[in-house]
């Protein structure tokens, strides 16, 4: 199929996880980065409806109250860093003797 490139740029920059809830709640964590920096440097957050609703030294800390008060609803948890992690992961090695 051909279409405009007008077209395929809208269609990727749609969200990729297919889940709306999701990616607007992390399009707020991004939004409140510099505050929340200033003032939870290096703990986690959750945000629910835009707003930072549970800190918390880890991530399981955050998610269980978080799961208790709002169910299973769209959560965005991440670590407040200036720049996330980044997790290098090997890959399986075949040794041939």
Do not use: C, N
Not at 30 to 43: C, M, N, S, V, Y
Not at 50 to 76: A, K, M, N, T, W
């Amino acid at each position: 199929m051909v279409i405009p490139f007008a077209a395929y740029q809208a269609l990727v920059a749609q969200p990729q996880s297919g889940d709306l809830g999701f990616e607007q709640e992390r399009t707020a964590f991004q939004r409140l980065l510099p505050e929340l920096l200033k003032t939870h440097r290096g703990e986690w957050v959750a945000i629910v409806d835009g707003q930072p609703v549970e800190f918390g030294p880890d991530f399981s800390s955050v998610i269980l109250p978080v799961r208790q008060r709002f169910g299973q609803r769209p959560v965005y948890v991440h670590e407040i860093l200036e720049r996330p992690r980044i997790y290098g992961i090997t890959s399986p090695r075949i040794i041939r003797q």
